[in-house]
């Protein structure tokens, strides 16, 4: 029974390693650094949640006024537009 606990507190353990090393680099240099455009334009990325937003150029974040122009930008950048 004790060999079994220990073999799932090394995996636990495995898992969770692998976990932090996936995790991006968030240190002072290597941050990634969010932008946030609402139909081409600047904004803040804490406003995204008010608008219909994709993240297909991470860490660009493309917002628009509606679901529909966002549809259709995401369609063009999966088309190479």
């Known amino acids: 029974m004790l060999a ?3 073999v799932v ?3 636990a353990g495995a898992v969770l ?3 932090i090393v996936m995790q991006p680099d968030t240190t002072a240099g290597g941050r990634d650094h969010i932008r946030a455009f609402l139909e081409g334009q ?6 995204t949640s008010r608008y219909h937003c ?3 150029e991470y ?6 006024r509606s679901a529909a122009d966002r549809d259709a930008d995401v369609a ?6």
């Open 54 to 56: 994709h993240d297909r």
């Open 42 to 47: 600047p904004i803040d990325a804490q406003d």
């Open 17 to 19: 390693a692998v976990g």
């Open 4 to 6: 079994a606990a220990g």
């Open 9 to 11: 507190g090394v995996l």
């Open 76 to 81: 063009a950048r999966e088309d190479g537009g």
């Open 59 to 64: 860490p660009a974040i493309r917002c628009f």
